[in-house]
């Protein structure tokens, strides 16, 4: 049998996930970063982006993070996010309507803090759309 790691992904809203895994990629401040059972502990600030769970089985699920906070135990693996949603739950409409609108706001910049509001929310809308075409590639695949 191989070694697992206990998973919970938790929304401001409610409990996304929780199970076990072999393997857990999360998109961090300074890169995506692999988790395998006995990690060493690490805190560590998460961007926009997907998160990927790895069975016993090999077979992949995937999440769509807003950000937030990562907290990595030897066994445990905790993703605390505003925003947590199954990536197949996504809506692609929604996103590129959102991210229009980021882009519009960038481009009509009334204030530094409308410009710096703007930005994460053209970064949350591009991680969504990248997260549903890798969810759409790996069907493809």
Known sequence: MAMTLHVDIVSAEEEIFSGSATMVFAPAQMGEVGIAPRHSPLITQLR??????QDQHGEEQSFYVSGGMLEVQPHVVTVLSDTAVRAKDLDEAAALEAKE???QAL????????YAKAQAELAEAVAQLQTLRRLREKGRS
């Not at 481009?107 to 409308?114: G, I, L, P, V």
């Open 101 to 103: 609108r980021a882009e």
């Open 107 to 114: 481009h009509d910049k009334q204030s530094e803090f409308e």
């Open 48 to 53: 926009p982006g997907e998160v990927r769970i």
